[in-house]
């Protein structure tokens, strides 16, 4: 089984079987462990290479949390917005002491920047700028789409 291109779906180059792998409650469709050794920074257990709105990314089945590479982290979040466009909600204050956590980058193993995402929501990231990624806890991801953001506007 391979997965079919640009889908949340497996298919069998000899029998052409195909099989939509079902999504979990966040619509992260769970492909298979990742062949690199990637473990989640949070749980320390294996990463699953997984598919969320047509997007390629590593996510935790256990604690949720998600690393998502700079390049489409940007294009993931405007595609979720537009499925969510009413879905809006004022999160609730994030914690300054997580500024404070140690997250070590699940490919290089070094320490990684955490921070505030400066897109809204007061959603707190971890960034390896060395790898490119961008780790995610559980649930900040929907934090960030479903907070009320403007569109920017040239308007005078």
């Excluded at 990314?57 to 466009?85: H, Q, S, T, Y």
């Excluded at 193993?109 to 400066?118: G, L």
Aim: proline content about 6%; charged content about 25%; aromatic content about 6%.
């Amino acid at each position: 089984m391979r997965l079919a291109t640009g889908d949340a779906s497996m298919r069998c180059d000899y029998c052409k079987t195909v099989v939509v792998l079902p999504a979990d409650d966040a619509g992260v469709h769970f492909l298979e462990e990742t062949f690199q050794e990637l473990n989640c920074p949070v749980c320390s257990i294996p990463l699953w290479n997984a598919m969320l709105g047509g997007i390629k990314l590593c996510a935790c089945k256990k604690c949720k949390g998600m690393l998502i590479g700079m390049n489409v982290f940007e294009p993931l979040i405007g595609e979720l917005r537009d499925k969510c466009k009413n879905e809006d909600e004022i999160p609730s204050p994030a914690d300054p002491a997580d500024l404070r956590r140690a997250v070590d980058c699940p490919k290089c193993h070094r320490h990684t920047d955490v921070h505030f995402y400066m897109g809204g929501g007061g959603a707190i990231i971890a960034t390896c700028e060395n790898c490119e990624l961008n780790w995610l806890d559980g649930g900040m991801l929907m934090r960030i789409v479903r907070t009320p953001h403007e569109e920017s506007s040239l308007d005078f």
